[in-house]
């Protein structure tokens, strides 16, 4: 199993940025790609990026331009900068693992004020 524990949440203001980290330990050679996710009461865990192993990354068309999903092999860590904040991207972020299993991080909070 893969454990991730994921950081960088908290309070920002409209139009502004933050960047979140997943770091991930464990069984990483298991792992083909890591994503970001988000979730807000009553929905469903939404999709917004992902990235393989080999570094290929994939926006939701919701995030693109706005949103980049990157990694650090060396620290096996994958990143979410976010830019542009507004209050709809208010939400718990998620990180996930994906290959041999399916794991998940606790979540970080991200609040937009405006």
């Known amino acids: 199993q893969v454990r991730l524990v994921e950081s960088g949440g908290g309070l920002v203001q409209v139009g502004g940025s933050l960047r979140l980290s997943c770091a991930a330990s464990?069984?990483?050679?298991?792992?083909?790609?890591m994503g970001w996710y988000r979730q807000t009461p009553g929905k469903k865990r939404a999709f917004l990026a992902r990235?393989?192993?080999?570094?290929?990354?994939l926006h939701d068309a919701s995030v693109k331009g706005r949103f980049a999903i990157s990694r650090d092999n060396t620290q096996n860590t994958v990143y979410l900068q976010m830019n542009n904040l507004r209050p709809e991207d208010t939400a718990v972020y998620y990180c996930?693992?994906?290959?041999?299993?399916?794991?998940w991080g606790q979540g970080t909070q991200v609040t937009v004020s405006s």
């Open positions: 996930g693992a994906f290959g041999l299993h399916e794991d």
């Open positions: 464990g069984n990483i050679s298991s792992i083909e790609y």
């Open positions: 990235i393989s192993s080999g570094g290929r990354a």
